[in-house]
């Protein structure tokens, strides 16, 4: 690929507001290519507006987001970055097929993609149910395969994991790792702390501001934390302290 | 725009509404309903045969206005919406493809309900009964496109339905089915002049009367797809890429 040694996504100094109040207050910050990178953080803190931003449909008061090389939400960018909203947004009133029948149509995916995302998200005996039939999980895997459909090169996730069950936690985790090997990024955003070792980076964000921007190892080394947990409290104490 | 993700949109809504059986019954029933009902009250006198081909225009505006707002307001409460415009489908393929759908749907609306008047209600219209049918689709595709436009000032489906008498109501009373539109106190003529629905009864009205209604019922036609149009430009202006 020819602009493999650009970043998946460069934030420059970004400000958003939301109503009168800064939710970003001049955020900066890189992610690398071919990585699963963690956004943790307490809700509230800023996530989903950095994910709505990179994707392009927040409106931003300044600052620039780059991805894949070009401007955030430019339309050559639609379908190369898949994204999953934080609620299932897929049509409750079709089948699992219908659904992915139409985004896989959206992005000029082949319909043999249809059938292989339905296995790979584990939905195959309810392919012909309707959405609003199906369970939370259920319906949020519906959800991430819309995203998958013509093989995005970057992946935008907000919560994905967080209506699942341990089990299915687990294997969408193995999903991410087994994408990021063949070469795709993605962004994953949590509040749910445990996760993070399962990402190569973690961003933490709080009230807007990036606390850290490491590897897990590098997390805990810099913090002689046991966990990603701790880890984040101590870089709390540490920025009220100062 | 793309006519190819135009259609899979199209597409992609009328499988929405085959699989709601209930909506699909209420569209094709409801205005076969009320204008039985309508004939049944004139039974044994000529009215019906003056008032029912302007209410067979009405009818279609409305109900296509209702559910139409409804459906787009769904689609941008739910999500669905700021996902599909983060993928390469276009603004205009979004509305056209509930404008095809919609469309499609009041055609057949538009035929059961002119069949009905005519076959089971016994109307009688001077000018040609293809017209009628042609008027007709173009009232519910004036309530598909309206529709579309006000869907994007309410945020609730509370506020959409409530949009119908705020809406429709002054149009309804304005249209010349009351009261001729020309013996209105000036005022309620001069905006009865720039609402559609006023073409759209001044059109079925010519037909009830005038064998050759061709060219009148032409410009009425043509100045409500106007309406159609311009409503259809306003509610792409209303989608954003980007919100706060």
């Known amino acids: 690929m020819m602009n493999d040694q650009v970043p998946a996504v460069v934030v420059d100094d970004l400000h958003v507001f939301r109503g009168s109040r800064e939710v970003l207050p001049g955020i900066s910050l890189t992610v690398p290519r071919g990585q699963v990178v963690g956004l943790l953080g307490p809700n509230g803190g800023g996530k989903t507006t950095l994910l709505r931003s990179i994707i392009g449909v927040q409106i931003v008061a300044g600052g620039t987001v780059t991805v894949l090389g070009e401007p955030a939400g430019s339309p050559g960018l639609r379908s190369r970055v898949g994204y999953v909203t934080q609620d299932a947004s897929v049509y409750g009133d079709l089948t699992v097929r219908a659904n992915l029948t139409y985004f896989a149509a959206l992005v000029g995916a082949p319909r043999s993609d249809v059938e292989r995302l339905i296995e790979v998200v584990d939905l195959t005996a309810d392919v012909d149910s309707r959405v609003d039939r199906l369970s939370g999980g259920q319906r949020s895997r519906v959800s991430l395969a819309a995203a998958l459909v013509g093989s995005p090169e970057l992946l935008i996730l907000d919560e994905p994991t967080v209506a699942l069950d341990p089990l299915l936690r687990r294997d969408l985790w193995a999903l991410f790792r087994s994408l990021a090997d063949e070469g795709t990024t993605l962004l994953v955003s949590s509040h749910v702390m445990d996760e993070a070792t399962r990402c190569d980076r973690l961003l933490l964000l709080r009230e807007g501001r990036l606390l850290a921007d490491d590897s897990p190892d590098g997390l805990l080394a810099r913090t002689g934390a046991p966990n990603a947990e701790q880890a984040f409290f101590t870089l709390i104490e540490k920025e009220e302290a100062v | ?244």
């Not at chain 2, 309508?38 to 296509?64: C, H, K, N, Q, R």
């Not at chain 2, 139409?68 to 739910?78: D, G, K, N």
């Not at chain 2, 509930?98 to 009688?124: E, N, S």
């Not at chain 2, 005038?210 to 032409?218: E, F, I, L, P, Y």
């Open chain 2, 1 to 244: 725009m793309s006519p190819r993700l135009t259609l899979a949109t199209a597409r992609r809504v009328l499988l929405q509404l085959r699989a709601d059986h209930r909506t699909l019954v209420l569209m094709i029933a409801v205005p076969c309903v009320l204008l039985g009902m309508l004939a049944w009250i004139f039974d044994g006198t000529p009215v019906f045969d003056s008032v029912g081909a302007p209410f067979l225009g009405v009818f279609p505006f409305v109900v296509m206005f209702v559910i139409t707002s409804v459906a787009t307001l769904r689609e941008r409460s739910s999500g669905t919406l700021e996902r599909l415009l983060s993928t390469p489908l276009g603004k205009g393929d979004f509305l056209g493809g509930y404008a095809l759908a919609f469309g499609a749907l009041a055609v057949v609306q538009a035929l059961v309900a002119t069949g009905f008047a005519i076959w089971v209600c016994g109307l009688d219209v001077a000018g040609p009964r293809s017209l009628l049918v042609v008027v007709a689709v173009t009232d519910a595709v004036l309530g598909t496109a309206t529709g579309l436009f006000v869907s994007a000032f309410a945020r609730t489906e509370f506020q959409a339905v409530q949009f119908m008498p705020a809406f429709v109501f002054p149009q309804f009373l304005l249209c010349g089915l009351l009261l001729p539109r020309d013996a209105l106190p000036r005022a309620l003529e001069l905006a009865s002049d720039v609402l559609p629905l006023s073409y759209a009864v001044d059109a079925m009205r010519t037909l009830t009367t005038q064998a050759d209604a061709a060219g009148d019922v032409g410009r009425d036609v043509a100045i409500v797809a106007s309406f159609v149009v311009a409503a259809v430009a306003a509610g792409s202006l209303t989608l954003r890429r980007r919100t706060p």
